[in-house]
T-cell receptor
Framework: GIQVEQSPPDLILQEGANSTLRCNFS?????LQWFHQNPWGQLINLFY???GTKQNGRLSATTVATERYSLLYISSSQTTDSGVYFC????????FGAGTTVTVRA | EPEVTQTPSHQVTQMGQEVILRCVPI?????FYWYRQILGQKVEFLVS????????KSEIFDDQFSVERPDGSNFTLKIRSTKLEDSAMYFC?????????FGPGTRLTVL
């Protein structure tokens, strides 16, 4: 199956800082999604982004499908951004990476 | 905005008992999924369901597990004879085609 690797595994930020999370995948994919898992365990859809760039408020994502990676940018981080960020790729079922645990300190 | 819902939010059961986890997918979606996440680990695919039948299942989804769409709105996961290692968060997801939308999960604790 497709391998999905996320880096870094952990990230500690000061409130207001910017950061970049990376997702590498081992094969071509039909779909790529970014999720935020909040402290209650809920998986919140951030982006459906098989290619190109999208922005949603302080978050943006870019996928370069030909080079098999995606980046998630968090700008002006807030404490509510804390949680685990998962990248998942789709060959009709989602294969998840291990996640990046983000801690934003006030 | 329509959401995937799941019940119960938390279930505690004794080892060897059967449990049924329930999901109501988004109404016009065609593809349905179950995933699980053992505490501290990544989310793992269990099974996908389309046109009233299983379309794909993982190695985890053995004879202990079954899925059903009994009435056109609910989508259930049954776990027969639960084991301690079945303790996990179980997520239901649905999709119109591409993007998968996840429910809030059911936390299953097997004692």
């Amino acid at each position: 199956g497709i391998q999905v690797e996320q880096s870094p595994p952990d990230l500690i930020l000061q409130e207001g800082a910017n950061s970049t999370l990376r997702c590498n995948f081992s094969d071509s994919v039909n779909n790529l999604q970014w999720f935020h898992q909040n402290p209650w365990g809920q998986l919140i859809n951030l982006f459906y982004i098989p290619s190109g760039t999208k922005q949603n408020g302080r978050l943006s994502a870019t996928t370069v499908a030909t080079e098999r990676y995606s980046l998630l940018y968090i700008s002006s981080s807030q404490t509510t951004d804390s949680g685990v960020y998962f990248c998942a790729v789709n060959d009709y079922k989602l294969s998840f990476g291990a996640g990046t645990t983000v801690t934003v300190r006030a | 905005e329509p959401e995937v819902t799941q019940t119960p939010s938390h279930q505690v059961t004794q080892m060897g008992q059967e449990v049924i986890l329930r999901c109501v997918p988004i109404s016009n979606h065609l593809y349905f999924y179950w995933y699980r996440q053992i505490l501290g680990q990544k989310v793992e695919f269990l099974v996908s369901f389309y046109n009233n039948e299983i379309s794909e299942k993982s190695e985890i989804f053995d004879d202990q597990f079954s899925v059903e769409r009994p009435d056109g709105s609910n989508f259930t996961l049954k776990i027969r004879s639960t084991k301690l290692e079945d303790s996990a968060m179980y997520f239901c997801a649905s999709s119109p085609q591409d993007t998968q939308y996840f429910g809030p999960g059911t936390r299953l604790t097997v004692l």
